[in-house]
């Protein structure tokens, strides 16, 4: 299992229970740091790194006896350095730009043009600094770092060679070199370079971190008040160059020479083909990258073997080795080397490897597997002798375990493998086994407190050395697969001295059902924890990796996903921490053939990302001067004539842009507006939300019940304007009570939603008849609504603009209708909704192909891809425009993610090629 991520930090669920012991534990931890090992100027532990002249102040600190207050400043001390420290060593990302260099063939080398769109003006000079770290795999190095090209082809190179830096530059027409003499560059080591360009002193600088400084008189250097800046490779072919060194580059500025920046690239976040300044948005176009911030946002995958159909699997994490033993044979993949070994057994174990029963002991530094076949069956846990290839002696059995897929976890501080959950034949199990290593006794006992139900497929994880984390699973309330066996999605802090577990949260059922890792990260502080969640009722599926907050049942999905040939037993998910490497590590399995597996191991590095916090927003690129200033003052006059037109027109009160009229025609009953408020809202797309007059998310105070109960009443007077009938309530929320339970329930349940939407507007819940539908007795905003309103106006193409396709657009591509909403009854909506939408866009995308911008139509085919992600005229249509608009890149990627969906959701491959799509 993986170590916990923090090392004093809490979970605010435990920090009233763990604050004493962190303040008077402090001295403790602080002794035992200081036994630590010596490494350069750092002492260091497992989770921890501090520097020794940190810790030999704490040491003084500790040994000072003068007075109580110095001992309660020493005590605070280790407290603030303790958590600072790890915030720092665990938390940083690291970003950049890696350049391919000559290792590679030419066409894959990389190149950072910071000027594709013509010349960077610098009438009175320039200064431009970047961070470098330079790679040397040999001794024998070349290529240029940048070249600076002027509207007369001159150029100032910097090339770097055998570890050594060199100017050349333009001096009276002929180039002229210059070597930086006493310059050392320490490789794998940042170092920041500036380079200063006088054009009026016609004087030339150069500043390499703090140890290099160089100047020069220059006689050409006055043609450099327009340039062209490139670094690596240079495809000009007035220019070329392909000789690149082996470099990452970032924090790239150009400023003037007073200092004020004109251009900053981090090289941080970035789009496909190449990056935006933060100051102007000034495109730098790169070809071939390696963007450091990908690796937190990308699974790479390290290794992929082949062992027996039913392995074990494990992880080391003292040195970071992903361990895998079949019937005959002990591999080992180092993920720190991308070392894969195999050793064939001596001594097999004398029972088939049905489950996944085999765990990592640090204080040997022994794998062991351990049987678990029936409750009342000899167990046993035996090491593996790495040195002689065998297990120690086990007893023969032929059974089939009970067991599968439960969850494991060995303390080191307790000496103790603890075993939760599991299934087979027909059952779940919901008991704890426990092993303590030291007598060799294996117990069996039950969580008390809030208790689990027996389940499968879920996951566990350490928070510190006496909590575990347990999420989700599939199961049921009695054990038994034939009575109502469902998901869950609950999460649990369980205390491993009591054994008592706490409840923390119970997620919404999402969009589509997930199980998770049998392993838990949990990074307590940042009050979240990190599970692969995928699908079980799907053969060929893909894994994403989910964090959940501690404190409240949310969750985002970052990173991209990972495939998986899921066959229930016989597959294996899990999750680990590399703490030295701060990583994230996944190792699956699945059947092949009848008689093998396929072994997969990934790594992302940590903390991982969304893709939104990668990826920059597309934006246009920087304009000429001139035609600059004339967009700017066309876009004051049109803003002066939209006042002028807005004095003289009546004001409505709290009307807003992009309001839509309610003529007869038009509305639809059951709300009474549809002006676009940032209060006063429901948002139905992309999720529920409420809003109220406060701008205040009040979400989280319904209930599954109560959000369940207010939707079907909502979306049936939106659709409709009758609402509901009681028997359709009584029917889906209160089947097993009688009538008049159930009326009693429904009032109450009516009364707490009245109560929550208060602040919001008025409600009342009227029967018409033997329906329900709900008024509201103040203007509020519904996106639902709005769409409905629009889609009919727009189908009857009564004095529709296109600010109302814009708007339709804008509100359908937030998300699907109510994706966390997974109920037979809201399925009808989804799907006559979506329907009814795709058959909309679809006709308009037919209409003149001039009819709509290039950027309207890539809206229109974004939002057919939301609500029917393997559309192919979405597809066709995206791609089709996005070549016209020159984002290859981008073009091919959408056809990429459109394959891939498809060869996953089909079993088959994409009928045509990116080709045929485009033409």
Not at 83 to 103: D, P, R
Not at 173 to 191: K, M
Not at 466 to 487: A, C, V
Request: aromatic share 14%; net charge negative; proline share 3%.
């Amino acid at each position: 299992m993986p170590e916990g991520i923090c090392f004093l930090q809490v979970s605010k669920v435990r920090i009233k229970l763990e604050l004493q012991h962190c303040l008077f534990g402090a001295l403790a931890h602080l002794a035992r740091a200081l036994d630590w090992q010596s490494k350069g100027d750092r002492f260091e532990s497992d989770m921890l790194h501090i520097k020794k002249p940190t810790c030999l102040f704490l040491l003084f600190m500790k040994n000072t006896r003068e007075s109580a207050c110095l001992s309660y400043i020493c005590i605070a001390f280790c407290i603030f350095t303790c958590f600072s420290v790890f915030t720092v060593s665990a938390q940083e990302i690291q970003y950049g730009l890696k350049f391919n260099s000559n290792n590679y063939e030419p066409e894959a080398r990389t190149s950072l043009n910071l000027s594709p769109d013509g010349y960077l003006s610098f009438p009175e000079g320039f200064s431009m600094s970047f961070d470098a770290k330079f790679h040397f795999k040999d001794v024998h190095i070349y290529g240029y770092v940048f070249r600076i090209v002027d509207d007369e082809e001159n150029s100032i190179d910097l090339v770097i060679g055998d570890a050594n830096l060199s100017f050349s530059m333009p001096s009276g027409g002929i180039a002229s070199n210059n070597t930086l003499s006493d310059v050392n560059i320490i490789p794998d080591r940042w170092v920041t370079i500036r380079i200063n360009v006088d054009i009026e002193r016609e004087e030339l600088g150069i500043r390499i971190g703090d140890y290099y400084v160089g100047k020069w008189d220059v006689a050409g250097l006055r043609g450099f008040k327009n340039v062209e800046i490139v670094f690596g490779k240079i495809n000009d072919p007035r220019k070329q160059v392909i000789d690149v060194p082996d470099m990452t580059v970032k924090n790239l500025e150009i400023a003037d020479l007073s200092g004020k920046p004109q251009y900053s690239w981090k090289l941080s976040m970035h789009v496909l083909d190449g990056v935006y300044d933060d100051l102007k948005h000034r495109f730098a176009k790169c070809e071939n990258p390696n963007w450091l911030l990908d690796n937190y946002g990308t699974w790479k995958k390290e290794t992929t073997f082949t062992t027996g159909r039913t392995p074990y699997l494990s992880y080391d994490f003292d040195r970071n080795i992903v361990a895998v033993a079949d019937q005959h044979a002990f591999y080992t993949f180092s993920v720190r080397d991308s070392r894969l070994e195999k050793q064939a057994i001596n001594e097999e174990l004398s029972y088939n490897l049905t489950a996944n029963q085999m765990i990592y002991n640090p204080l040997d530094s022994n794998f062991y597997a351990y049987n678990l076949i029936k409750e009342n069956d000899a167990r046993e846990f035996v090491p593996f002798d790495l040195t002689e290839s065998g297990w120690g002696h086990t007893t023969a059995h032929r059974n089939s375990t009970d067991y599968r897929h439960h969850n494991r976890y060995f303390s080191p501080q307790h000496d103790r493998l603890y075993l939760f959950g599991g299934y087979g034949h027909l059952k779940y199990k919901g008991g704890v086994f426990i092993y303590d290593v030291d007598s060799k006794i294996w117990s069996k006992t039950a969580f008390k407190g809030y208790i689990p139900a027996p389940r499968y497929l879920g996951g566990m994880g350490k928070m510190d050395d006496d909590h575990l984390l347990l999420f989700g699973g599939y199961g049921s309330e009695t054990g038994d697969q034939s009575l109502q066996p469902q998901f869950y999605y609950d999460c649990y802090i369980a205390d491993v001295r009591t054994m008592e577990a706490k409840k923390l949260w119970t997620l919404d059922h999402p969009v589509e059902n997930f199980v998770v890792s049998n392993s838990l990260v949990v990074d307590t502080a940042n009050n979240c924890f990190y599970a692969l969640c995928y699908p079980s009722m799907k053969s060929n599926s893909l894994i994403s990796l989910y964090k959940f907050s501690l404190e409240k049942p949310e969750y985002e999905i970052i990173a991209d996903q990972m495939p998986i040939k899921f066959n229930d037993v016989l597959s294996y998910v899990d999750l680990f921490f590399d703490k030295a490497e701060n990583k994230l590590i996944t190792a699956t399995f699945a059947p092949d053939t009848a008689t093998e597996a396929n072994v997969s191991v990934y790594t992302i590095s940590f903390p991982p990302l969304k893709k939104s916090d990668i990826y920059q927003t597309e934006g246009r690129r920087s304009f000429p001067v001139f035609p600059l200033i004339l967009l700017l003052l066309f876009s004051a006059l049109v803003l002066i004539l939209l006042f002028i037109g807005k004095k003289k027109k009546q004001a409505v009160p709290g009307a807003v842009e992009n309001e839509i009229r309610e003529d007869n025609d038009v509305a639809m009953a059951g709300i009474n507006t549809v002006k676009q408020l940032q209060k006063q809202t429901i948002n139905l797309f992309g999720g529920f939300q409420v809003v109220d007059k406060q701008e205040n998310d009040i979400t989280a105070e319904f209930t599954p019940l109560l959000k369940n109960l207010f939707l079907l009443i909502l979306l049936n007077t939106i659709k409709t304007g009758k609402g509901v009938s009681f028997f359709k309530l009584k029917e889906i929320f209160w089947f097993d009570k009688s009538e008049e339970s159930a009326n009693n329930s429904r009032g109450v349940a009516l009364s707490k939603i009245r109560q929550i939407m208060g602040n919001v507007s008025k409600i009342r819940f009227n029967k018409n008849g033997s329906c329900w539908n709900v008024e509201f007795e103040e203007d509020i905003y519904c996106d639902y609504y709005e769409s409905l309103v629009l889609i009919k106006k727009i189908k009857e193409n009564k004095g529709t603009t296109i600010n109302d396709i814009k708007r339709l657009l804008a509100i359908v591509m937030v998300g699907e209708l109510l994706p966390n909403v997974q109920f037979e009854w809201a399925d009808a909506f989804k799907s006559d909704f979506s329907n009814e939408l795709v058959d909309l866009i679809l006709y308009l995308i037919r209409q003149d192909a001039a009819a709509f911008s290039d950027d309207i139509y890539i809206d229109m085919a974004n939002a057919l891809l939301v609500h029917d992600p393997l559309n192919e005229d979405a597809l066709k249509l995206k791609c089709k425009v996005l070549v016209k608009m020159g984002k290859n890149g981008l073009a091919k990627n959408t056809f990429t993610t459109f394959i891939k969906e498809y060869a996953v959701l089909f079993g088959a491959e994409y009928k045509y090629s990116f080709e045929q799509i485009v033409n």
